[in-house]
């Protein structure tokens, strides 16, 4: 074998060494200068263009500002009730043991002692012995039938009525 063989490429039957593109010479690319430009300078700025405020964002804000408005008049309002039910503890304590010491002056004006002395004195009455007192027991039970005389009915109306009440409190 021949040394030359192994360094050769083969394509089909003839042997191909490097590139198998043609070498093309390209000629270097002429650069093009252009004309300077004679650059002008505006001094006139132009304005921004005007945002315009959104009808809904100023809705928005005016609703939380009446809404924050309505939130400190309601704290004012819980404040002079919360005052004012402070006074009106204040005040029923103050009656409560008003109302003590006149229970107490109106109870020392009732003695017992006094009463009594009155009656047998004044009045001539005698205390009762212990045959002249007699105690009741009745083990039957207390009964009460109410009447209404202002409104009498009769006739088929009024006993069915009577007949539905009287089945009506029989289930109650």
């Known amino acids: 074998m021949d040394a030359r063989y192994n360094d050769e490429l083969y394509f089909g039957s003839r042997p191909i060494f490097g590139s198998a593109a043609p070498q093309i010479e390209l000629p270097e690319p002429e650069v093009l200068e252009r004309p300077q430009e004679k650059v002008s300078i505006r001094t006139k700025t132009k304005t921004a263009a005007k945002q315009g405020i959104s009808l809904f964002a100023v809705a928005g804000w005016a ?12 704290y004012v309002e819980l404040n002079t009730i919360a005052n004012e039910s402070y006074e009106l503890r204040e005040e029923l304590e103050n009656l409560q043991i008003e109302e003590t010491k006149l229970q107490i002056a109106y109870e020392s004006t009732f003695r ?6 009155y009656a047998t004195n004044m009045l001539g009455m005698v205390r009762a012995g212990n045959d002249q007192v007699k105690y009741l027991s009745n083990r039957a039970e207390d009964q009460a039938v109410m009447l209404d005389t202002n409104s009498v009915e009769t006739g088929i109306s009024a ?10 409190e029989y289930f109650k």
């Open 63 to 74: 609703s939380v500002i009446v809404l924050a408005v309505a939130l400190l008049m309601s």
């Open 112 to 117: 017992l002692d006094e009463v009594e002395e």
């Open 159 to 168: 006993s069915l009525k009577s007949l539905f009440t009287t089945i009506a």
